[in-house]
C-alpha cells in the first residue's frame, strides 16, 4: 500500500526563520568571546507601514569585560539576508525605519547552578537543567544525485533545497526579481517496500518585485506566468531529480497569484516557530525548544555506517541552560508518546524511601555519602522498573490509580504503606523470573 509523506521548509528571509538567525547570531558572538558562555536568546520582529521593530530578549550569562553589540549583530544578520529596504519587509540598516530593542538579563542563579559542576542539591552530575532534543538518519537520499550524504529524510531535504537555492538565486541576481521571503513544500509518494516512488506536490511561494506594472502592463495573470516559468527552471529543476517527476506532479508557485508584500511587514516573526522545518519535516519526534546546530560530534554520530543501514534513529540531549552537548546512539524506544490524563502525569517511578532519604541526607552529618546511596538506590529502581516491564507488549502505558480514602484507618504523617527496597526488588525478580519463557515471543 502507498502513502504520501508532505515537509515543508521556509527561507532565511522568512520573518520566523529571521528570528532564529538573530538569535543564531547572538549566541555565535557570545561564543566567540566565551567559549563558556550561556545563551538564551528570543527574537521578534513585525513591520509596519511607517519603520520594522526587531525586539530581542532573554539571559545571557559571559565570563569576559567585553560587550556584546546586541543591536549591531541583529541589523548585521538581518540586512545580510536581504532586508536593507523598507519596500521588501524591513531596512535594518536604517536607525530611522527599524527599531531594535534589547532586553537581556543575566542568567538566573538558581538555573545555573544546576549546570555548574560542584554547585546545587547534586553536586557530581553537572547538569541539573533539562533540555531533549531526537536525532534521525535516513539513507533515503544515497541514490539521487546532489543528495548523498545529507541522510535526510527524502522530502525534507528537497523542501529545505529548494529555500536554499531561492535565496541563493535572489542575491546572485539570477532572480532578479526575487525578495528575500520565500516558502517550499514537498509532497513524495512511497511504495509498499517505504522506498520513495515519485513527487506528487511541489509547492512554492516565492516573494517578488512588482513587475507587473513594468514588464507586462499591469497584468498579473502574465506577471504569474513569468514566475512560474524562472522558478521551474532556475529553482525545481535544478534541485528535484527528473527521475521522480512525472507529468501527473503538481506543482503550484504562488497559489494565491501574487506576493509582493512579505517579510516583517506581512507576517510577525519568533524566535522557534521553525523547530520542524530546523530538523526532520516531522518524520521523527521533537523534543522541543529551538536550538543551534548539533556539533560536529553528533553530526558525525547521525551517518548511517553504510547506505544500507535504513533509518539509525539517535539521542541527543542539550542543557538549554548552558550544560555540554552529548549525543549516542541508541534504539528506537519501544514507549506509546500519547498524552496522559492529568491524574496520570503525577507518575513518578521512585524507589521507596527515596525522599525521606533526601531529606534526611540534607539535616545529618556525612550527607554526601547519604546522597550518593540515595542516587544508587534510585537508579536501582529504574533498573527494576525497566525489568518489570520489558519484554511486554509495546506500547506499554503505566496509569496511576485514582487516590481513595481509606476506610481501615486514619492517615499519619509517620505510617508508610510503602515495601521496603529489598522487598520490592524481590517480587521484581519473582516476577521477571515468571514471564521469562514467552518473552521471545513479544515484540
Known amino acids: 500500500m502507498t502513502y504520501f509523506f508532505t515537509s515543508e521548509s521556509v527561507s532565511e528571509g522568512h520573518p520566523d526563520k529571521l528570528c532564529d538567525m538573530i538569535s543564531d547570531a547572538i549566541l555565535d558572538e557570545c561564543l566567540s568571546i566565551d567559549p563558556r558562555a550561556r545563551v538564551a536568546v528570543e527574537t521578534m520582529v513585525k513591520g509596519t507601514d511607517t519603520g520594522s521593530h526587531i525586539f530581542i530578549g532573554g539571559e545571557v550569562t559571559i565570563s569576559a569585560d567585553k560587550e556584546v553589540?546586541?543591536?549591531?549583530?541583529?541589523?548585521?544578520?538581518?540586512?545580510?539576508?536581504?532586508?536593507?529596504?523598507?519596500?521588501?519587509?524591513?531596512?535594518?540598516t536604517s536607525d530611522e525605519l527599524c527599531e531594535v530593542v534589547v532586553r537581556i538579563t543575566q542568567q538566573s542563579p538558581d538555573i545555573s547552578q544546576g549546570v555548574d559542576e560542584g554547585k546545587g542539591l547534586h553536586l557530581e552530575q553537572g547538569a541539573g537543567d533539562q533540555g531533549l532534543m531526537f536525532g534521525y538518519a535516513s539513507n533515503e537520499t544515497e541514490s539521487f544525485k546532489g543528495l548523498e550524504g545529507s541522510f535526510m529524510p527524502l522530502p525534507a531535504a528537497l523542501a529545505q533545497r529548494l529555500t536554499t537555492q531561492m535565496?541563493?538565486?535572489?542575491?546572485?541576481?539570477?532572480?532578479s526579481w526575487a525578495r528575500p521571503d520565500s516558502k517550499s513544500?514537498?509532497?513524495?509518494?512511497?511504495?509498499?517496500?517505504?522506498?520513495?516512488?515519485?513527487?506528487?506536490?511541489?509547492?512554492?511561494?516565492?516573494q517578488h518585485d512588482d513587475i507587473a506594472g513594468e514588464k507586462f502592463n499591469s497584468s498579473e495573470e502574465d506577471e504569474h506566468a513569468f514566475i512560474f516559468s524562472e522558478v521551474l527552471d532556475k529553482v525545481i529543476r535544478p534541485i528535484i531529480p527528473s527521475?521522480?517527476?512525472?507529468?501527473?506532479?503538481?506543482?503550484?508557485?504562488?497559489?494565491?497569484?501574487?506576493?509582493?508584500?512579505?517579510?516583517?511587514?506581512?507576517?510577525?516573526?519568533?524566535?522557534?516557530?521553525?523547530?520542524?522545518?530546523?530538523?526532520?519535516?516531522g518524520a521523527a519526534p521533537h523534543g522541543g525548544g529551538s536550538s543551534q546546530p548539533m556539533p560536529s560530534t553528533a553530526k558525525r554520530l547521525m551517518a548511517p555506517s553504510n547506505a544500507g543501514a535504513g533509518r539509525v534513529p539517535l539521542c541527543a540531549h542539550r542543557s538549554r541552560a548552558g550544560g555540554r552537548s552529548t549525543a549516542t546512539a541508541s534504539p528506537p524506544l519501544s514507549m506509546s508518546t500519547a498524552v496522559e490524563p492529568s491524574s496520570?502525569?503525577?507518575?513518578?517511578?521512585?524507589?521507596?524511601?527515596?525522599?525521606?532519604?533526601?531529606?534526611?541526607?540534607?539535616?545529618?552529618?556525612?550527607?554526601?555519602?547519604?546522597?550518593?546511596?540515595?542516587?544508587?538506590?534510585?537508579?536501582?529502581?529504574?533498573?527494576?522498573?525497566?525489568?518489570?516491564?520489558?519484554?511486554?507488549?509495546?506500547?506499554?502505558?503505566?496509569?496511576?490509580?485514582?487516590?481513595?480514602?481509606?476506610?481501615?484507618?486514619?492517615?499519619?504523617?509517620?505510617?508508610?504503606?510503602?515495601?521496603?527496597?529489598?522487598?520490592t526488588m524481590s517480587t521484581i525478580r519473582r516476577v521477571e523470573a515468571a514471564r521469562q519463557p514467552a518473552r521471545g515471543s513479544w515484540c
Open 69 to 92: 553589540e546586541y543591536e549591531a549583530v541583529a541589523r548585521k544578520t538581518a540586512s545580510s539576508i536581504g532586508y536593507d529596504d523598507h519596500s521588501v519587509g524591513m531596512d535594518a
Open 167 to 175: 535565496s541563493t538565486s535572489m542575491k546572485n541576481h539570477s532572480l
Open 185 to 206: 513544500q514537498v509532497t513524495i509518494e512511497y511504495g509498499d517496500d517505504g522506498i520513495p516512488k515519485r513527487v506528487d506536490t511541489v509547492v512554492i511561494a516565492i
Open 243 to 281: 527521475s521522480i517527476m512525472d507529468e501527473d506532479t503538481n506543482i503550484i508557485i504562488n497559489g494565491t497569484g501574487r506576493f509582493v508584500l512579505g517579510g516583517p511587514h506581512a507576517d510577525a516573526g519568533l524566535t522557534g516557530r521553525k523547530i520542524i522545518v530546523d530538523t526532520y519535516g
Open 344 to 423: 496520570e502525569k503525577k507518575t513518578r517511578f521512585r524507589s521507596p524511601g527515596a525522599r525521606s532519604a533526601r531529606a534526611l541526607a540534607r539535616a545529618t552529618p556525612g550527607a554526601e555519602a547519604l546522597r550518593r546511596k540515595v542516587a544508587w538506590a534510585t537508579r536501582s529502581s529504574w533498573v527494576a522498573r525497566a525489568r518489570s516491564i520489558s519484554g511486554t507488549r509495546c506500547p506499554k502505558m503505566a496509569h496511576q490509580r485514582e487516590e481513595t480514602p481509606s476506610r481501615s484507618r486514619l492517615p499519619s504523617a509517620s505510617m508508610s504503606s510503602c515495601p521496603s527496597a529489598s522487598t
